[in-house]
Each structure stands twice: as C-alpha cells, then as structure tokens.
C-alpha cells in the first residue's frame, strides 16, 4: 500500500489517479498510523514551504514521514515533497525544513525576470515542460532517456550542499537540481503525475521498487 500524505493543501487527486491508473492500491491520508504502515509513503505539494511545514507538524505527520525513510520504505517527494527533505527555505525569511537532507531552498534570482541574451524573458514561476539532463540512473529513471521533458511549476529550487544527491538537472536561467536520490529516497521538482508518458513510466518504476524493496525487507 502506498500513502499519498494529503496535508489539505493542493489538488492531490491528480497524484492518486496516477497511480490508480497503473493499478496500485494508493491511499490519500493523513493519519500518521495508516503512514506508518505502508509500504511506500509519497508526499507531493505545492504552495508555501512554510504552510506545509506547519501542516506536517500540526498532523503528527514530520516524524512520521522521518520514520518511514529511516526504516528503508522508498519515498518519493514531488515539488514540495522534494524541498521539504532539506534543512531550510528562504521562501518568507528562513523557514526549517525535515532537515532530512542538508542543504537550502532558493528562489529563482530576480533578475532571470530580463529578457536572456536577447530571447524571450524568462517567467517566474517557471511553468511548463523542461528538459531533464540525467546525472545517474536513479530506480525511478529507469529506461526514461536523457533529454525527456517534464512538467514544472515552481518559484524556488534546492541547493544540496552534496552535489552527489542529483540524480537529474535542468537549466532555466540556472541550472537547478530537477530530481535528487539517495538511497530509499527519490524525489523531484517536476510533477510526473502531469507529464503525460514519460511521467507515468517514472511513477511505474517507483511501483517497481516498492516491489524490490519488500522482496529484500526481512
């Protein structure tokens, strides 16, 4: 069973229905005993670092997800479930973050609002279908080829203070971490439950690991 922690901020629906497509017994929750007891926990988000955080913490759910990934269950982070991992946002001032994995969340610089070398300016926030550059072949990226386009909708990015987490980049104005592995954990700045084919195939391979992993939990 994989919980889709619901903190009541953002259309999760969208998340679930992937999943429920590829036949997976997903279950949108915010109860941290039915957290603790799957076998995969998937936390996507969107909206403010600091709303979210306050909500995890509200619901008993921080610790939680804390668990899960100390005991080995693959985790996969989504927009807001990727920047939740590190230590702190400056989205508001300086907010913390699980503190799972060290390192900030950044806004995009100010100045990406001109227009680049002459070409069309470059929005924030940055929306719509990118590119990945594939650092390392992280489970969930499994068979998707380097280059293949995802869906973003985001203001703000993580910088790892270990540069060896990114497991795929991609450049708007910066070049900016699009997903991060280590270990049991898998997350990403991109919305794969938006991103057509290729997102599917992410989201199929993450249901593949799930499997590998109970395969080899005593």
């Known amino acids: ?24 017994d997903a279950r949108l929750t915010r109860d941290a005993e039915e957290v603790s007891k799957a076998d995969a926990v ?8 600091g709303d979210y955080m306050a909500n995890l913490l509200h619901l008993g759910l921080a ?10 269950k693959p985790y996969l982070g989504i927009c807001l479930g990727l920047q939740l991992l590190f230590t702190e946002s400056t ?19 100010f100045e990406m ?3 680049p070398e002459g070409g069309p300016p470059l929005k924030i926030p940055h929306m719509g279908w990118n590119s990945l550059r594939i650092q390392k072949e992280a489970p969930p990226l499994r068979g998707i080829p380097d280059g293949s386009h995802f869906y973003f909708v985001h203001s703000y990015y993580v910088r790892p203070e270990d540069p060896r987490l990114i497991s795929s980049l ?6 900016f971490p699009s ?26 391979n993450f249901l593949q690991w799930i499997n590998e992993w109970r395969a080899t939990d005593p």
């Not at 991609?170 to 070049?175: F, P, R």
């Open 91 to 109: 989205e508001f001032g300086r907010t913390p973050g699980l503190d799972i994995l060290k390192g900030t969340v950044e806004r995009f610089p």
């Open 63 to 72: 610790t939680t997800i804390k668990e899960a990934i100390v005991e080995g």
């Open 42 to 49: 998937v936390l996507p988000g969107v909206g403010a670092f």
């Open 179 to 204: 997903s991060i592995w280590k270990d049991n954990i898998f997350a990403c700045q991109f919305h794969p439950e938006k991103s057509q084919r290729m997102g599917l195939r992410l989201l199929q």
């Open 113 to 115: 609002d001109l227009s």
């Open 1 to 24: 069973m994989i919980a889709i922690i619901d903190c009541g901020i953002g259309n999760l629906r969208s998340v679930w229905k992937a999943f429920r497509h590829l036949g997976a």
């Open 170 to 175: 991609t450049d708007y104005g910066v070049t």
